[in-house]
């Protein structure tokens, strides 16, 4: 199975794939036990953010990475996978505004 930081990047480049915004890769691995990566991103609508959702499940599983959990899927304004060590959290812009996760995790590394 490939690193935490590898399938981060095979997360992004499978959210870029289907138009997802604003994407960005958080290295918080010394500043959580929750997980070592985050990846953010926006999308516009829910329509848009199941497929990012299911785009990012499906090229991780390629490589290994299997989904242990995910919520918000059929709300859509907030969809959480977490594949263990990498979290992929997916936001309509609103949401991803009012929770500033970016914001809460800014001493995180971008990568």
Wanted: proline share 1%.
């Amino acid at each position: 199975m490939i690193n935490t930081l590898d399938a981060a990047k095979i997360a992004r480049d499978a959210l870029e794939d289907k138009k997802g915004e604003d994407i960005k890769v958080l290295d918080i691995k010394g500043l959580s036990n929750v997980a070592d990566c985050f990846v953010i991103a926006s999308g516009n609508n829910p329509n848009q953010l199941r497929a990012m959702a299911d785009e990012v499940e499906e090229k991780l599983f390629k490589e290994g990475y299997k989904l242990h959990h995910s919520e918000g899927y059929t709300g859509g304004t907030w969809i959480l996978l977490d594949f263990g060590n990498l979290l992929v959290h997916l936001f309509n812009k609103s949401e991803r505004e009012f929770y500033s996760l970016d914001r809460v995790w800014g001493d995180a590394k971008e990568i």
